[in-house]
Structure formats: structure tokens, C-alpha cells
T-cell receptor, first 116, second 115 residues
Framework: GAVVSQHPSWVICKSGTSVKIECRSL??????MFWYRQFPKQSLMLMAT?????????EQGVEKDKFLINHASLTLSTLTVTSAHPEDSSFYIC????????????FGSGTRLTVV | AQSVSQHNHHVILSEAASLELGCNYS??????LFWYVQYPGQHLQLLLK??????LVKGIKGFEAEFIKSKFSFNLRKPSVQWSDTAEYFC?????????????FGSGTRLSIRP
């Protein structure tokens, strides 16, 4: 079946630094990828939608300059948290939508970001 | 406001009990509906999905869900739960008006099964 690989699975960084998270579709072409943020014991909140070769569409309230999304190829999207602060600490999850099985959404395993 | 509502935040059942988790949405028009499960320490997995056709959808691990359009509901059911069903369950909706095909999640229901 469709597999989405997300790396790293966890990362600790210092406040003020930037962190890049990768999301790869391993066995299918992902025309659309989604980035979610999940706070402890809460649901997934959609941050942005990225389509290959075009600018990401951000949800209301999400800072575009802080959460940079790049979807340069049909198998890779990246989320860069710029100038991270402790309040950015969270669980970030990507999801990819491809052509296998019609409208199927496959989720990555998530990245636990801790900013100290 | 448009939303996905899961009525039960935490459900505790004994093994072999029957399960029904509620999900209601407020989007108009055609929607695609999903139930996802997140086992402790694992990523989201698709349990089942509804796009069209038979409103009673069968999923993996004995789960099923029924789409009732008039009630804007998509409740998840399982006739006999097992301890291994302990997890977080998320209902999700993909509104047809969304050209980006994004899916919106409910707040989740934590299911705890007593052995």
C-alpha cells in the first residue's frame, strides 16, 4: 500500500534556530501534501496544503513566514519551522494524497519537535 | 461554523462490549467521510472511508460506520471490542467544495478497553 515517510521522528532544537521536516511518498506520486499540527491529547489541526510546483495554501492563523513549506517534487514536501520558539513545540504530521486507490490520504509517522 | 464534532471525548468499555462513537459534521453538500485510528505511539491509520454508494461502510478490524445524510452523521461501530482496540479515534471530513481536497478532523475520542 501507499507509504509516507516522515523524518526526523523527533528533534530537539534551541530557541531561535530553524528545523526542517521532510515528508516523502515512497511508492506513489503525491500531487497534494498536507501538514498538520497536533497538540497533546488534541486533534490534528491543518496548517497548510501544498501542491507540487506551486505555493502552499495556509490555513487562517498560520504564519507563512514561520512555517515554510516547499513541495518541489511529486514525492517530497518539506516543512521548515523558522526561528523556532518553545511555543512551536508540538507534534507535526504530514499527509499525502496520491492517485493510488482514488482519494486516499496516507499519513506520515509524525515529528515530535521540542524547542528549548 | 463548519465543523466536525465527536461527542465522546473518552469512552471506557469492557472487552466484548459493543461500541458506537458519534460523529457529526456541519458541512453542506457532498462530503467524503473517514474514520482514522491512532494507537498509542503510532501514526494515524485509516479504518474506513465513505465516498458514495452503500451508506453502511465496512472497515478493517471489524469496524463499520453508517452515513446518515439527514442527520449529518457518520457514527463508528464495532459489535465486540477487544483490548487491542484501545486507541484514539478521529472522524474526518473532506468537504466537496474544497478544491484542495483537504480533510478536517474532529477532536477525537479516546477509547480505553478494560481487559
Amino acid at each position: 500500500g501507499a507509504v509516507v515517510s516522515q523524518h526526523p521522528s523527533w528533534v530537539i532544537c534551541k530557541s531561535g534556530t530553524s528545523v526542517k521536516i521532510e515528508c516523502r511518498s515512497l511508492d506513489f506520486q503525491a500531487t497534494t501534501m498536507f501538514w498538520y499540527r497536533q497538540f497533546p491529547k488534541q486533534s490534528l489541526m491543518l496548517m497548510a496544503t501544498s501542491n507540487e510546483g506551486s505555493k502552499a495554501t495556509y490555513e487562517q492563523g498560520v504564519e507563512k513566514d514561520k512555517f515554510l513549506i516547499n513541495h518541489a517534487s511529486l514525492t517530497l514536501s518539506t516543512l521548515t519551522v523558522t526561528s523556532a520558539h518553545p511555543e512551536d513545540s508540538s507534534f507535526y504530521i504530514c499527509s499525502a494524497r496520491g492517485q493510488i486507490g482514488g482519494q486516499s490520504y496516507t499519513f506520515g509517522s509524525g515529528t515530535r519537535l521540542t524547542v528549548v | 461554523a463548519q465543523s466536525v464534532s465527536q461527542h465522546n471525548h473518552h469512552v471506557i468499555l469492557s472487552e466484548a462490549a459493543s461500541l458506537e462513537l458519534g460523529c457529526n459534521y456541519s458541512y453542506g453538500g457532498t462530503v467524503n467521510l473517514f474514520w482514522y485510528v491512532q494507537y498509542p505511539g503510532q501514526h494515524l491509520q485509516l479504518l474506513l472511508k465513505y465516498f458514495s454508494g452503500d451508506p453502511l461502510v465496512k472497515g478493517i478490524k471489524g469496524f463499520e460506520a453508517e452515513f446518515i445524510k439527514s442527520k449529518f452523521s457518520f457514527n463508528l461501530r464495532k459489535p465486540s471490542v477487544q483490548w487491542s482496540d484501545t486507541a484514539e479515534y478521529f472522524c474526518a471530513v473532506n468537504p466537496s467544495y474544497s478544491s484542495a481536497s483537504k480533510i478536517i478532523f474532529g477532536s477525537g475520542t479516546r477509547l480505553s478497553i478494560r481487559p
